[in-house]
């Protein structure tokens, strides 16, 4: 059975990468301060910028909960400071503490209603 891994804070600088796309998802990074940016690149090289996170949002679960290679590459926009938990202690988390679970399920619906109204705005469809 591996040994589960404290959580640990971890500084990022300006322009560092926290995970790469394609990578497996054996950590999520909850942003204590600072600001990140998530990105794709593409096959002709062109990277698009799909979300800015910060402070209190928390990157890196999606691959961590449905066991796929990350799906975008994360870089520090500023100086940022994340708390890194293990894949293992995330999951053990959501079980034993079903409050927690409840506020991650609400933050991810949150940023799918975002999501949803980029879309909109992009197909410029009425709210």
Do not use: C, Y
Request: charged share 30%; hydrophobic share 40%.
């Amino acid at each position: 059975m591996p040994q589960s891994v404290s959580p640990k804070l971890q500084t990022f600088s300006a322009g560092e990468v926290l995970f790469r796309e394609g990578e497996p998802g054996d950590r999520v990074f909850f942003i204590m301060q600072g600001r990140v940016k998530v990105h794709q690149t593409h096959s002709d090289g062109h990277e698009q910028e799909l979300a800015q996170l910060g402070d209190s949002d928390i990157v890196g679960e999606m691959a961590v909960l449905d066991e796929r290679p990350r799906s975008a590459t994360v870089t520090a926009l500023e100086d940022t400071d994340v708390m890194v938990v293990e894949k293992a202690n995330f999951l053990a988390s959501m079980e034993q503490q079903p409050q927690l679970a409840i506020r991650f399920l609400k933050l991810l619906s949150e940023r799918i209603h975002r999501l949803n109204d980029k879309f909109r705005d992009a197909l410029d469809l009425p709210g």
